[in-house]
C-alpha cells in the first residue's frame, strides 16, 4: 500500500492511498511537497504525521478507513488486521519515505 502526497507548483497538493490490496509493505511517497507540507497534509487528513525526512508515523484506523473502499481481494480484511498487529507500541504503523517516482 502507497500514502502518495503529491502535488505541483500549479496544484493543491493531495493525499491519496493507491495499491490497497498489496498489504505486503507501506510506503509514504511524497511528491513535489516540502517535509512541512507532507507533515501538515498528514495531520489534515487525520493520518498520521512526518517524524523526519525518513519515517513517517500513520494511523491504522485511519489508514483502513481510507484504504477499504478501494480494496478488492476476498482476504483483505484479513490481510489488514494482520499488518495492522505490527503497529509499534504507540499504537501507530512507522513508515518509510520515498519519493513518489521511487514508490
Not at 15 to 26: A, P, Q
Not at 37 to 64: H, I, K, S, W
Amino acid at each position: 500500500m502507497i500514502v502518495e502526497l503529491v502535488g505541483g507548483a500549479e496544484e493543491r497538493p493531495e493525499v491519496r492511498v493507491v495499491h490497497v490490496d498489496d498489504l505486503t509493505r507501506v510506503v509514504l511517497a511524497l511528491g513535489e511537497v516540502t517535509d512541512e507540507e507532507a507533515d501538515g497534509l498528514l495531520r489534515e487528513a487525520g493520518l498520521g504525521r512526518l517524524v523526519d525526512a525518513d519515517t513517517a508515523v500513520l494511523d491504522p484506523a485511519a489508514l483502513r478507513t481510507a484504504a477499504e473502499p478501494g480494496a478488492t481481494a476476498g482476504d483483505w480484511a484479513d490481510r489488514w488486521d494482520a499488518l495492522a498487529a505490527s503497529a509499534a507500541d504507540d499504537g501507530m504503523l512507522h513508515v518509510p519515505v520515498q519519493s513518489a517516482a521511487g514508490a
